[in-house]
């Protein structure tokens, strides 16, 4: 049996941890079942990413982009869980399925107990607002620590541990800051921010998905993701937006991933990046989410059930 997992040209956290968590959760898997695919962490139900010959066993996928595969033919499709209720009625499986994404047991991992508190408040990009933006300067002008989620997965994870509260647009920075009992606050920068996946994990917990606007910090950033920025519309634009994949996914823009420029033209980048530092230096101050103790505890065991059964079915 093999993981299946999105793997991005640039790296991003929320997928990368497939390579690893389900050796911890299910040891041995890979050595058992090779005609197998374990469809874990990912917004991957979507037939123009899964291979449509072979045998699948789905644990806590979601879906939230492109065309569903067909999944009625029980011999080819196990599907022991799902994110969220949201997925579960799109699937056509029992909501009692949408029990919760897996990633929240990464906090039950050994490595990950017991880290020290290193940061105050922490932001998490989405991976395409990291590609373009100007975020490491406006969380230096904001007081925050930035967490770049195409950094290796474990340094992301062990950073969100470490933080004494998350500002979270990246969905898995959120997911891992309540796996960790940091509390975090969501926030969006664009319509691109899929609210659908957001919801089908936030429904699981009980809590609510309720985004802070937070303005694009630069022009490259509005080109990639085709919106507004100072009064100037980027949608459509054709210099450097890259294709949307159907995943949802979006290829690097040949835009800087970091600030670029010196002295005068790095100044005029960070004035034209103030009202996203105040946004967010506002939403670090802003009233956290977390959900509660019992709520998560009791996700957690219904997903460990679900992993006795496949132990028991397949190991």
């Not at 040209?9 to 050796?23: E, I, M, S, T, V």
């Not at 309540?178 to 509390?183: E, G, I, N, Q, S």
């Not at 040949?254 to 790095?266: D, E, H, Q, Y």
């Not at 959900?291 to 998560?296: E, I, M, Q």
Request: charged letters at 20%; a neutral charge.
């Amino acid at each position: 049996m093999k993981p299946y997992y999105w793997e991005s040209q640039h790296g991003n956290f929320g997928d990368d941890l497939n390579l690893w968590l389900w050796d911890f959760l299910l040891p041995g898997f890979r050595s058992v079942h090779p005609d197998v695919l374990l469809v874990g962490v990912g917004t991957v139900l979507n037939k123009a990413l899964l291979p449509e010959a072979g045998r699948k066993l789905v644990i806590g996928s979601g879906f939230g982009y492109g065309v569903l595969p067909d999944m009625r033919d029980e011999s080819l499709w196990d599907i022991r869980s799902v994110r969220g209720p949201l997925t579960a009625a799109k699937v056509g499986v029992p909501e009692t399925l949408g029990i919760v994404d897996p990633a929240v047991l990464v906090a039950d991992m050994p490595e990950f107990s017991n880290l020290p508190k290193r940061h105050g408040c922490s932001f998490v990009p989405h991976w395409e607002s990291a590609v373009a933006g100007l975020w490491p300067a406006v969380c230096a002008t904001a007081g925050l620590n930035y967490i770049d989620p195409r950094g290796e997965a474990k340094a992301v994870i062990r950073a969100i541990a470490q933080s004494e509260r998350i500002v979270a647009e990246s969905m898995h920075g959120a997911i891992l800051a309540d796996a960790f009992r940091v509390p975090w606050t969501a926030v969006s920068t664009s319509d691109s921010i899929n609210s659908f996946k957001w919801r089908d994990w936030a429904a699981t917990v009980g809590v609510e998905h309720r985004p802070r606007r937070v303005p694009l910090s630069s022009r490259a950033e509005a080109i990639v993701k085709g919106a507004r920025f100072w009064g100037v519309d980027y949608e459509g634009y054709s210099a450097a937006r890259p294709e949307r994949g159907a995943a949802g996914d979006v290829a690097v823009a040949p835009a800087a991933s970091k600030p670029s420029g010196t002295g005068l033209r790095l100044a005029a980048k960070q004035v034209l990046a103030a009202p996203s530092t105040l946004a967010l230096w506002q939403a670090s101050r802003a009233e956290p989410q977390l959900s509660a103790d019992t709520r998560l505890a009791a996700r957690k065991a219904q997903l460990y059930d679900v992993l006795e059964g496949v132990r028991r079915d397949y190991l």
